[in-house]
């Protein structure tokens, strides 16, 4: 089982978030991390944007942010789809690490893409955690391979997880 913690900073945490914390579980079995934990931060653009210089040493807001801490996330192995063996049951869950969402920027970013927010907030759910489990886009074909990856996860889950 994973623990997903979500936490607001000066935005309101969402009414539906178990409803979210579902969606996250799914997505993370989905990717082969049954037993992992996981946090999300909801914050305003400022916050991102602090974060984002703090750590990437770029001063600007962005829709997410992934700080991946599973030592074990190997990126030829995730890359293959072939995924790797989680811990049994009672032992305690593996930390995947941290995602980072700014959500005016995702209403924002919705607007412009013409889609629902909470379209656009569980596409950068997705693409958080494949960061997190090891999929990059620094190339034409990283980034191809991780986006389509991306929109398979969230057609497979699309009716059965509504927020």
């Known amino acids: 089982m994973n623990t997903i913690e979500i936490t607001a900073e000066d935005v309101p945490l969402p009414a539906q978030e178990e409803r979210i914390i579902a969606f996250v ?4 079995r989905i990717l ?4 992992h934990e996981l946090s999300i931060l909801l914050c305003t653009d400022e916050k991102i944007r602090e974060i984002n210089a703090t750590y990437r040493n770029k001063d600007e807001a962005t829709d997410v942010l992934s700080f991946s801490q599973d030592e074990d996330a190997d ?8 995924s790797q063996q989680s811990h049994t049951q009672g032992e305690m869950p593996r930390l995947l690490g941290d995602i980072v969402l700014a959500l005016p920027y995702l209403r924002r970013q919705a607007e412009e893409y013409k889609v629902s ?8 759910l997705v693409h958080g955690m494949l960061h997190l489990t090891g999929s990059h886009h620094d190339t034409e074909e990283q980034h191809r391979s991780m986006l389509e990856r991306q929109e398979a996860i969230l057609q497979q889950l699309a009716q059965e997880y509504r927020f």
């Open 75 to 82: 990126d030829t192995n995730l890359a293959s789809g072939v």
């Open 32 to 35: 082969g991390k049954p037993h």
């Open 25 to 28: 579980d799914a997505v993370l």
């Open 117 to 124: 927010f909470e379209s656009e907030f569980k596409r950068m």
